[in-house]
């Protein structure tokens, strides 16, 4: 076991001069002792940049920094060939692979990458995921469909589907009045805020899952995504039969277009890594899965986005504007935000950057 | 990735040890984490941010109270935007604390959380790739679902179930899930959690050494060193210093930095035994320093001959 932690959060800076050169009996250890300084400066620099990231060090410590790592590099290679000092060994073996950490660690800080993300590398992953959405739509469309039918051909389907029930204006044998009344809005702007934070929290969870399940090959994130998709189909059955699909479809599109936009994206992201796992092609399945996966999870930070959206626009929008064209405008006017960012909006990708699909 | 063969130094041979090949071309021994340590540091971390979300509910509360204060404790005229307020911050706070702790320390320069550097582990990713954001990502949404969800969805059936709802057998479902999820590290050779599959990545253990100091710069090993006690210069013969190896040498050596008199006095006799010497007592450490600083002489000067000898066998 190594010494614990703790001690070396106090006893630093500590450093005891080297002795002479001459007073040391073999070459390997005069070898050592001529580049000693070099590997502390080293190892220096790296504490410091791993205590505080890149302001803090001096701009000629951070130019030297990829000469010293090669140099303690190739001081280690000669060593292994010329020395018997195990605990030197010990010691450039853990301050080579410490400069590896850093000199090729993450080369952007989150604030740098979310930048990159934004200007271009969210809608590059998307479009790499499009034959995952091309399926992720369909089955979502037949989630529709399924639900429909199941609750035209047996009502007690609905109370399965939606089982709360109780005080819950929507039910089959409802009036039109009762129904257009849960369309229409709240009181006021009171709790629509909180109301906004609360849908977030919980969309965005439910998106998360659907990505994350897709981890088993996936088939639960499509379950998932017909599962919820059913509950539309059944609503949509039940406004049909009062003639009140339109203004159904209104109330929905506000927020409908950028959240089902977003369940699809992360079903799709999520069935990208199953078809991943499932169809390897030529790669091992471990790298085809790490692939797939660093590709999805841009995807998925682009999610999260689009459910703070979808929720500002559920709580304030929907509840405010109780106009049915106004409504399809707004729906209309974010489906098609969304529809140009990721089909439209091409930036050249920067040279090397970590944020396109391709990379890694 | 294969486990690299003996060449220096103990515990090498490990089934924890991997290698890595920098660009240079240069190999370098890694360790895996073991599993405890993990299991220990996300214990750790959950501890912190379930700690800190409860800091931030009570302080919340405590505001909500003075806000309560400020109607006179009539709920009524309770200033409803002022309430509103203290719930998004509330609910804003978890979902951001809960994706960032994780998300911003592991791209930090440490690659770990507060817990792996409390036990002394960072996350890399696997082979010599660059570790990236995306990566990051991944691994932390994937937690979700290993833990959380299950956790979450447990503790409500069983509430229900203490409610005498009948919750059939979905308890079981999701407890084989977690079950699943929380062996998987112990399903595949390098320890990987569903997480670490899909982002490319596993968790190494931190590499942490000090220079040690020059053994053949001190005391009777040094050019012209000679015992302090007695003032002898040990010399030691060809044939003497042929009887033993590299493994040897480097027992030696450890004994050297951190043993205790009594054991450098048992060392001291097995080596007198073995050379034939008649053990004296008193001046072992500088019998020993001597004996290391003319064996590794003799040892290094072969190796640059390209003649090594790995231990007294051989």
């Known amino acids: 076991m190594k010494a614990p932690i703790i001690s070396s959060w106090f006893g630093r800076g500590a450093v005891a001069t080297p002795p002479d050169i001459e007073s040391a009996a073999l070459r390997s250890d005069r070898f050592r002792l001529e580049r000693e300084g070099e590997w502390r400066r080293l190892e220096d620099i790296l504490a410091r940049m791993e ?32 020395s018997l000092d195990a605990a030197t060994l010990a010691y450039l073996e853990a301050l080579v692979q410490r400069a590896w950490f850093q000199v090729y660690g993450p080369r952007q800080g989150f604030v740098r990458w979310l930048r990159g993300f934004l200007m271009g590398g969210w809608s590059r992953a998307v479009r790499a995921l499009w034959l995952d959405i091309c399926i992720a739509l369909f089955v979502m469309v037949a989630g529709t469909v399924v639900g429909w039918l199941l609750v035209a051909r047996d009502e007690a389907w609905y109370y399965r589907l939606f089982p709360a029930g109780g005080g819950d204006a929507r039910v089959p044998g409802a009036t039109r009045e009762q129904l257009l009344e849960s369309l229409s809005h709240d009181e006021g702007a009171y709790g629509l805020a909180g109301f906004a934070a609360q849908l977030f929290s919980n969309n965005s969870g439910v998106c998360i899952l659907a990505f994350a ?10 379950l998932l995504l017909v ?14 039969g009062q003639g009140l699909t339109v203004e159904l479809a209104a109330w929905l599109s506000v927020h409908g277009t950028t959240e089902l936009f977003g369940i699809l994206l992360s079903g799709a992201a999520g069935l990208h890594i199953g078809r991943a796992m499932a169809f390897p092609g030529k790669l091992p ?26 929720a500002l626009l559920e709580a304030f929008p929907r509840q405010l504007v109780e106009d049915t064209g106004s409504r399809f405008i707004i729906g209309g006017t974010m489906l098609i935000i969304w529809l140009s960012y990721f089909i439209l909006y091409r930036p050249a990708a920067p040279l090397g950057d970590a944020g396109s699909p391709e990379a890694g | ?38 299991a220990g540091a996300l214990m750790i971390d959950v501890m912190i941010l379930v700690f800190s979300i409860i800091a931030v509910e009570l302080l919340l509360l405590w505001l909500a109270a003075g806000v309560l204060d400020g109607t006179a404790l009539d709920p009524g005229n309770l200033n409803q935007s002022a309430a509103e307020f203290l719930g998004i911050v509330l609910a804003l706070f978890v979902f951001v604390a809960w994706y960032g702790y994780f998300l911003v320390q592991e791209l930090g320069p440490r690659g770990a959380t507060l817990g792996k550097r409390i036990v002394g582990i960072r996350i890399a990713a696997r082979g010599a790739r660059r570790l990236t954001p995306e990566a990051v990502i991944a691994r932390n ?46 399903f595949n050779r390098d320890g990987l959690r569903a997480g670490d599959i899909i982002a490319g990545t596993w968790v190494v253990e931190r590499p942490r050494a000090k220079l040690a ?39 030696l050596e450890r004994m050297l930095r951190d043993a205790q008199p009594d054991a450098l006095a048992a060392v001291h006799a097995a080596i007198c035994r073995k050379i034939g010497w008649n053990p004296g007592a008193g001046d072992e450490r500088a019998f020993l320093e001597a004996f290391y600083a003319q064996l590794r002489a003799k040892l ?15």
């Not at chain 1, 599962?227 to 049909?240: E, Q, T």
């Not at chain 2, 299950?150 to 919750?167: K, N």
């Not at chain 2, 090594?308 to 051989?314: G, N």
């Open chain 1, 285 to 310: 399945v471990l790298e085809s899965a790490a692939a797939a996966g660093r590709r999805s999870a841009v995807v998925m930070v682009g999610v999260v986005i689009m459910m703070i959206v979808a």
């Open chain 2, 141 to 186: 949404l994937l937690r979700d679902i290993e833990i959380f969800y299950p956790l979450v969805t447990l503790v409500v059936l069983l509430s229900m179930a203490g409610r005498e709802d009948d919750i059939g057998v979905l308890g079981w479902v999701v407890t084989g899930w977690f079950a699943l999820f929380l062996l998987f590290p112990f």
């Open chain 2, 300 to 314: 290094e000067g072969d190796m640059r001959f390209g003649k090594r000898k790995a231990d007294k066998f051989s």
């Open chain 2, 213 to 251: 100091a020059v053994l053949s710069a001190q005391g009777a090993a040094a050019a012209a060193g000679a015992s302090e006690v007695t003032g002898v210069r040990y010399d030691f013969g060809e044939a003497e210093l042929s009887i033993y190896g590299e493994k040897e040498l480097q027992t």
């Open chain 2, 1 to 38: 990735m294969s486990a690299r063969k003996t060449t220096s130094g103990p515990l090498r041979d490990d089934k924890r040890a991997r290698t890595l090949v920098t660009p240079e071309g240069l190999t370098l021994p890694i360790k895996l984490a073991s599993r405890s340590a993990r």
């Open chain 1, 227 to 240: 599962h919820n998709m059913a509950l539309l189909g059944a609503l949509l059955w039940l406004f049909n």
């Open chain 1, 51 to 82: 205590r505080g990231g890149l302001k803090r060090i001096a701009d000629d410590d951070l130019v030297a920094l990829p000469a010293l790592y090669r140099t303690a590099a190739s001081s280690l290679s000669v060593a292994r060939e010329t």
């Open chain 1, 213 to 222: 399940l897709g981890f088993a090959f996936g088939i639960p994130s499509l």
